[in-house]
């Protein structure tokens, strides 16, 4: 059994070749070439440890090649975009019954997206909104005595007086410089009984 060329065959990630298939092979032809293979690269055909661990890896690559091209979702994946479409996360959500064209505009979003996480995770966005609220007349109403008016007085009693007291926001972001260097900068503003106030921060 020749290893050496397979294995370059597996370097390559052409799952086609590596089955020695064509790329318009049918199901059947694709479930035959893996019955050979895996019979061929099992590692319990194998006692020598060094061959028995190569005839292992081979073995896994056949297996991945065969759940690749014997899967029509994937297949089409694999056919418009090699590996790196199959590496993507979100296909499982994507219809399959999508044309080559509409594949590769899928990966393309699934890519922006991915991108995008990242770019929230490096920036690491983070904000909190304090808010306090004086709601004392809602349990402990003032002195119906101030209004002359029984009425009114009867009215105005009955609607609680809630009033926003302060409020406060608080934002950071981080922006990496190197690897190993991140610059941060965080913002502050508060507002307490008409007066407000604000910062700005910058570290890293």
Same mark, same amino acid.
């Given at each position: ?21 064509? &790329?318009?092979?049918? &199901? =059947? ?14 590692? /319990? ?6 061959? &028995?661990?190569?005839? =292992? ?34 296909? *499982? ?12 505009? =899928?990966?393309?979003?699934?890519? *922006? ?22 709601? @004392? ?5 003032? /002195?119906? *005595? ?16 809630? =009033? ?17 260097? @991140?610059? @941060? ?20």
């Amino acid at each position: 059994m020749d290893f050496d060329s397979d294995e370059e065959n597996v370097i390559e990630e052409d799952f086609y070749s590596f089955l020695n298939v064509p &790329k318009e092979a049918t &199901k =059947e032809e694709i479930n035959n070439a893996y019955r050979r293979l895996s019979r061929m690269y099992h590692p /319990d055909k194998h006692v020598d440890p060094a061959l &028995k661990a190569k005839a =292992e890896i081979m073995f896994n690559k056949t297996k991945r090649a065969y759940e690749v091209l014997s899967d029509p979702h994937q297949r089409a994946i694999y056919d418009s975009l090699g590996t790196k479409g199959l590496e993507t996360e979100g296909w *499982e959500i994507v219809q399959r019954t999508k044309t080559p064209a509409e594949i590769r505009a =899928e990966y393309e979003q699934l890519a *922006e997206e991915r991108a995008e996480r990242r770019k929230k995770q490096a920036t690491n966005p983070t904000g909190n909104i304090t808010i306090a609220i004086n709601a @004392t007349d809602l349990f402990n109403p003032y /002195d119906n *005595e101030l209004f002359d008016d029984e009425f009114e007085s009867d009215f105005i009693s009955s609607i609680p007086s809630i =009033e926003v007291s302060s409020m406060q926001f608080n934002q950071s972001v981080d922006f990496p410089l190197t690897q190993k260097d @991140t610059c @941060t900068l965080s913002g502050q503003l508060q507002t307490q009984n008409g007066t407000g106030r604000g910062g700005i921060n910058l570290s890293w």
